[in-house]
């Protein structure tokens, strides 16, 4: 088995933004922060020495822990 068909279950702060679609910039930011009001919470992390890694299941729990929505309320103004 070569190392390319194992999936990876670690995934570096630039994966992690690609695979929720969601910025570095957010990442860092809610790390830092923690649970603030009127913002989305992030995804749980783990650290490796200096390293910040997410794991993938951790992220798929994250992706479906938020409401799927087929509209904005009215006024287009969402509040989670």
Not at 5 to 33: C, H, P, V, W
Not at 51 to 72: F, G, I, P
Request: charged letters at 30%; hydrophobic letters at 30%.
């Amino acid at each position: 088995m070569s190392i390319q068909n194992i999936e990876k279950r670690a995934y570096t702060e630039q994966e992690t933004s690609d695979y929720i679609g969601m910025s570095r910039s957010f990442l860092r930011q809610a790390r830092m922060e923690g649970n603030r009001k009127n913002r989305t919470v992030a995804p749980p992390f783990i650290k490796v020495g200096r390293a910040v890694r997410y794991l993938k299941e951790d992220l798929d729990q994250w992706l479906e822990s938020h409401a799927k929505m087929t509209q904005l309320p009215q006024g287009g103004i969402y509040h989670a």
